[in-house]
């Protein structure tokens, strides 16, 4: 795996590329993100080829668990800035 930076406009960009899959759990996809957002990356670019076809199935959850890993990991860090919002 190979993560290469790019800056447009101070955004701080991680562009992710392998040979192979390189999530091909929920834990896989967890520490990506946590191992970019530690690096002090704004956002990130991910190939469909990296990335298990299940991903794409939102009926099992990966997706919804990776990106509900990633905001609590948010939360814990700056909570402030992503705190939960009650609805209206």
């Known amino acids: 795996m190979k993560i ?19 999530i091909e759990s929920i834990e896989d996809g967890s520490k990506l993100i946590a191992n970019v957002y ?32 990633f905001y609590i990991l948010l939360q814990k860090t700056n909570p402030k800035k992503y705190k939960i919002q009650k609805p209206v």
């Open 4 to 22: 290469e930076t790019h800056t447009i406009n101070n955004i701080k960009i991680a562009e992710v590329t392998a040979e192979n899959i390189i």
């Open 38 to 69: 530690y690096q002090d990356f704004d956002r990130m670019i991910l190939y469909e080829k990296n990335i298990t076809p299940l991903f794409f199935d939102l009926k099992n959850g990966i997706t919804g668990e990776i990106l509900q890993k």
